[in-house]
């Protein structure tokens, strides 16, 4: 249950648990790529670069401690990529997960879909507590007796077993994206999907594997041409006919399906006109949107690009309703950030359960979250040193003026290499998932 | 690499950045703005430099995100709109053209300028680097055609020819040869063909001297690894050469 009112003033933020090898030595299969919660957040997966899904459930609330959510443990882990070459281009695919989505739930199986750079895969993921036993014409152990020993026939009866946590591929989609899938998005008819990458969006049915629709191409026809890139693409959480796509210049087009088979004409283009004042040689950089999502109640979505996080009114295309700074101080080092190649990072965002607070990461293990309701945002970090059982998160402040008071950090300090790029809430308590470059911490609401 | 605390740095649209002055102070103001105006050409002169490196270091083993290299290449292209705005980009390239005055160095800017141009690179001479072994031993194990297209036809795309050709070419005998550094030193004018990198990107392959072009951007945009680390990826080409021809 949210605060009242879920607003951030309420909520005091508690270490919970972290995930992960405690060495600074960072193996590189072991970088979190993807971070998703289920939809009834009793899930938790992560995909990590070597191709691997984790997948943490929430143990049920005891009545010893009711203070305290059920603790996220361990529930499956496979290898859900393999590293693949391309022999025609001479060309590594990488394994790495870049998104992970839950279907919603419809029998005792769970089911996600994971994605590389061009393989999309819908695994089922079941649990198995009885086995039959009493079999007539085998031993326990699997090896046939002898039919003429058998004088007596028995029904075969199902006995508990140890909990068994089976992940299967149920299907594989395979061969319909030329450049790298960067979003998948699970349509709210439960029935489609879309997949997309930097040029193209594929439509899927979930039963099908051998086929799709491309519903939007922005390819040029000379390639020479190429000048903006598809960042990301969702549907829309209620209308199945509904989906935006985000855009490398800070754009984002809101497109309608019933409009035509290809839906290259957007139904709507939401872009912020450039501050003259601001503008530099990195300005469409920084303007790139990194992620987009709607919020739960469809009215409103929000886009996150370098410096900060967007709200825009989907009746609205002129201009964001809301826009916060997720690091302004960021602005005056932008020629650093563009040498190290960090001006490229791509940061995601999340919404909580009630949509009334955004969260998203920065650097030096920071994350942000902004509650709009109440107008206040607060710096948190993910860090050892703050990872006591149910420890209060102190937040965490960033001096920008020449000043720097104690518990401050300088810009110049600064730890650029621990970025938090996935976040991942709740849909309905306030328990955050943050992955930092090789961990995953979550914290929960103190409650009292 | 850049002073901190320099408001200026990138943020004007290519104007003079000191537009009036007091008639007391006209002297010490001009001087201000050329120095002003001066270190601004360097520091996007430098951009361009480490944007175009930043382009040629997207191919490697794992094929280049294209959403960066984009970026990128707009970054480069928003650049060489304001120069050419303001005069600057055509000095450049006349000031490169100029500085191929030896016969051994026009090989190499000449079919670095061009694009797929068999015909054209057939014509030229493959002089310069005869007294050499180690090239020659390269140059051997590619197709037989002629010396340079045989560095560049291995390569799918054009912009791969003119990136993977160059330091094909640049792997010559030990003593560094000074008249070589110094055209490595600049930045060629094929590298400002955006239309060719964006092209290339698509279809050329990975291979490459990937290890130079670290090292390169590891020394700064203006200067260049020593010979001594070419020969060292010298083996590395022929290791590649190998797979390509298949022998």
């Known amino acids: 249950m949210m605060g009242a009112g879920g607003g951030n003033s309420d909520v005091q933020w508690c270490f919970s648990q972290v995930k992960g090898a405690i060495d600074d030595d960072v193996a590189e299969a072991d970088i979190i790529s993807t971070v998703e919660f289920n939809h009834s957040g009793e899930l938790l997966a992560t995909g990590d670069k070597g191709g691997r899904v984790v997948i943490f459930q929430q143990e049920p609330e005891s009545k010893d401690q009711p203070q305290c959510r059920g603790e996220y443990n361990v529930y499956s882990t496979f290898q859900s990529h393999e590293p693949e070459f391309d022999y025609l281009k001479s060309l590594e695919i990488e394994e790495k997960i870049n998104k992970i989505r839950w279907l919603p739930q419809k029998n005792a199986a769970q089911f996600l879909l994971s994605t590389n750079d061009k393989t999309i895969k819908l695994w089922k993921i079941s649990e198995r507590d009885k086995r039959p036993e009493g079999y007539n014409l085998k031993e326990e152990d699997g090896r046939y007796r002898d039919p003429n020993t058998v004088t007596t026939l028995r029904v075969p009866v199902f006995r508990p077993m140890d909990l068994m946590v089976e992940a299967s591929p149920r299907r594989v989609f395979a061969n319909a994206h030329t450049y790298h899938i960067n979003s998948i998005s699970v349509n709210s008819d439960c029935e489609t999907y879309l997949s997309a990458d930097d040029l193209r969006i594929n439509l899927w049915h979930l039963e099908i594997t051998d086929r799709s629709f491309n519903i939007v191409d922005i390819k040029p026809a000379n390639m020479e041409e190429l000048t903006e890139v598809i960042t990301a693409a969702e549907f829309h959480p209620n209308q199945c006919n509904t989906f935006v796509y985000s855009s490398s210049k800070g754009t984002i087009r809101l497109c309608d399906m019933r409009a035509s088979a290809l839906c290259d004409k957007h139904a709507k283009m939401f872009e912020e006109p450039e501050d003259p004042n601001n503008r530099s040689f990195f300005s469409e950089i920084i303007s790139s949107i990194s992620d987009v999502k709607f919020s739960h109640s469809g009215r409103y979505m929000m886009t996150r690009d370098y410096l900060s996080v967007k709200i825009w009114d989907l009746n609205m295309e002129t201009r964001p309703v809301e826009t916060y700074q997720v690091h302004e101080y960021l602005r005056s080092k932008l020629c650093s950030l563009y040498e190290n190649d960090c001006i490229f990072d791509k940061f995601e965002c999340c919404w909580n359960g009630n949509d009334s607070v955004v969260m998203t990461g920065s650097y030096n293990n920071f994350f942000r979250m902004f509650d709009r309701g109440y107008r206040q945002d607060v710096t948190l970090e993910a860090s050892r040193e703050n990872s006591k059982p149910r420890s209060v998160l102190k937040p965490r402040k960033v001096s920008t003026g020449g000043k720097r008071k104690k518990d401050e950090i300088s810009v110049d300090s600064l730890d650029f290499n621990k970025k938090i790029l996935h976040t991942a809430w709740h849909p309905l308590d306030n328990i955050i998932a943050v992955a930092t470059t090789n961990n995953l911490y979550i914290f929960q609401e103190k409650l009292n | ?247």
């Open chain 2, 1 to 247: 690499m850049f002073p901190k605390g320099t408001k200026r740095k990138f943020s004007d649209s290519g104007e003079e950045p000191v537009s009036s002055s007091d008639q007391g102070q006209a002297a010490s103001s001009a001087a201000a703005a050329r120095t002003l105006s001066s270190s601004y050409s360097l520091q996007r002169q430098s951009l361009l430099d480490m944007s175009l490196i930043k382009l040629q270091l997207c191919h490697m083993l794992v094929e280049p995100n294209l959403c960066r290299s984009v970026l990128i290449a707009n970054t480069v292209r928003q650049i060489q709109e304001e120069m050419t705005q303001d005069g600057t980009w055509q000095i450049m390239t006349q000031a490169l053209a100029a500085a191929q005055c030896p016969a051994d160095r026009l090989v190499a800017t000449e079919v670095l300028c061009r694009q797929t141009d068999a015909a054209a690179q057939a014509g030229q001479s493959p002089k310069p680097f005869s007294g050499d072994v180690e090239t020659e031993v390269t140059m051997s194990t590619l197709s037989p055609v002629s010396p340079q297209l045989s560095s560049a036809s291995y390569l799918a795309g054009p912009f791969g020819e003119q990136v993977f050709g160059t330091f094909e070419i640049k792997h010559p005998a030990p003593p560094p040869d000074p008249a070589l550094e110094e055209l490595f030193s600049d930045v060629d004018p094929s590298y400002y063909d955006l239309d060719t990198v964006l092209t290339g990107m698509q279809s050329a392959p990975k291979m490459g001297p990937y290890d130079l072009l670290e090292s390169l951007s590891s020394h700064g945009p203006t200067a260049l690894s020593s010979s001594s680390s070419c020969r060292s990826d010298l083996n590395e080409l022929d290791h590649i050469m190998e797979i390509i021809v298949g022998s």
